[in-house]
Nanobody, 119 residues
Framework: QVQLVESGGGLVQPGGSLRLSCAASGSIFRINYMGWHRQAPGKQRELVALISSGGPTTYADSVKGRFTISRDNAKNTVYLQMNSLKPDDKAVYYC?????????????WGQGTQVTVSS
């Protein structure tokens, strides 16, 4: 069993910053990808950022230049630094984890943390 625990969500003003953290624990041998998705009411869940075990990153166009994802492999922890936050960034943010080997591929999701951007 793998557990993901997010923290760092909250209420911020437009233009403000927030840092999310996610720690993974449990039966983990190797984590291939860690990242963040988000979902707002009435919208589909979308990928925000992804980082591989080797370091390469992927970002949604809407957050490029504002968000930065990083990870500490030794601690099985992923972070999301969010700057210049906009009202459209309001959503529940979910930590995600993918393990490719041994097969089959396994995906895990955190419980989610609420991010609210409002003045």
């Amino acid at each position: 069993q793998v557990q993901l625990v997010e923290s760092g969500g909250g209420l911020v003003q437009p233009g403000g910053s927030l840092r999310l953290s996610c720690a993974a624990s449990g039966s983990i041998f190797r984590i291939n990808y860690m990242g963040w998705h988000r979902q707002a009411p009435g919208k589909q869940r979308e990928l925000v950022a992804l980082i591989s075990s080797g370091g390469p990153t992927t970002y949604a166009d809407s957050v490029k230049g504002r968000f930065t994802i990083s990870r500490d492999n030794a601690k099985n922890t992923v972070y999301l630094q969010m700057n210049s936050l906009k009202p459209d960034d309001k959503a529940v943010y979910y930590c995600t984890l993918r393990i490719l080997n041994p097969s089959p591929t396994r995906d895990y999701w955190g419980q989610g943390t609420q991010v609210t951007v409002s003045s």
